[in-house]
């Protein structure tokens, strides 16, 4: 999958920041992290035989100062031309409790991925007081329609979400808009046997175009699986 503009300006504030780094053994890696504002907050860590912190433990620290929006992107890299790196298991587990709907910069085979993060950390333990601000992703062309109340529902597949308050991003968007929502309802049901009524279709609209458009957003989805319809209003 192609990487969004405001994926590739994460991962470039990193690795630029990484570039200038190298004159001091105790600061060799950067990071970068863009919250729900668009603001790109960038850090580096503090190497120490301690346990000094990685930079992605610094840019939330950082960003937590200097906004009160979630993050919803994080890119690292080292110095030394080392290029973009993963996160450790502990920021790994810190992004998922703090930020849960964060998307991580990963290298591959492939050139750079966003993942989200609890793709990193499958069957992890979930720290329950850690009262994280939960996002829901929508693209940038359904922001009118949900804005003025027309778009009530979205089907959702491999995404956990449930009911609760939920901050609604729209992706890749230049002008970062966000909508206070609340999602009110979930439920799942297996692709191959969902009706029409379920999935909240319009009259008229054919359930084969459906799938169709569930696979083409999703190249994984398998008639066997299931999907889940959210509902949501704004709040």
């Not at 590739?8 to 920041?17: G, S």
């Not at 960003?63 to 290029?83: C, F, H, K, N």
């Not at 992004?95 to 709907?101: A, F, G, Q, T, Y």
């Not at 909240?200 to 799938?211: I, K, N, T, Y």
Request: glycine share 8%; charged share 25%.
């Amino acid at each position: 999958m192609d990487l969004f503009e405001s994926d590739l300006r994460v991962i470039e504030a990193a690795e630029e920041l990484a570039a200038t780094l190298g004159a001091d053994k105790n600061h060799t890696v950067a990071a970068a992290a863009m919250d729900t504002n668009g603001v790109i907050h960038r850090a580096v860590n503090v190497y120490h035989f301690t346990g000094g912190p990685c930079a992605e433990f610094v840019v939330m620290g950082l960003a937590a100062t200097e906004s009160s929006a979630p993050l919803v992107s994080m890119a690292a890299a080292g110095d030394g031309g080392r290029g973009l790196m993963p996160p450790c298991g502990r920021c790994r587990q810190a992004m998922l409790d703090i930020h849960p709907d964060i998307m991580v910069a990963v290298p591959t085979d492939n050139g750079p991925q966003m993942r989200p993060v609890r793709k990193l950390l499958p069957d992890t333990y979930f720290f329950p007081d850690a009262d994280s601000r939960r996002l829901l992703r929508f693209s940038k062309k359904y922001y009118d329609a949900v804005a003025n109340g027309t778009k009530v529902t979205t089907v959702r597949f491999d995404d956990p979400v449930v009911p609760g308050p939920y901050i609604f991003v729209f992706e890749n968007d230049a002008a970062h808009r966000t909508l206070n929502g609340m999602v009110t309802n979930v439920q799942h049901y297996r692709l191959d046997q969902m009706t029409a009524e379920q999935a909240c279709l319009a009259p008229g609209e054919c359930m084969d175009e459906f799938r169709g458009s569930l696979r083409a957003r999703y190249p994984e989805l398998s008639d066997e699986d299931e999907v889940g319809v959210v509902e949501f209003e704004l709040i």
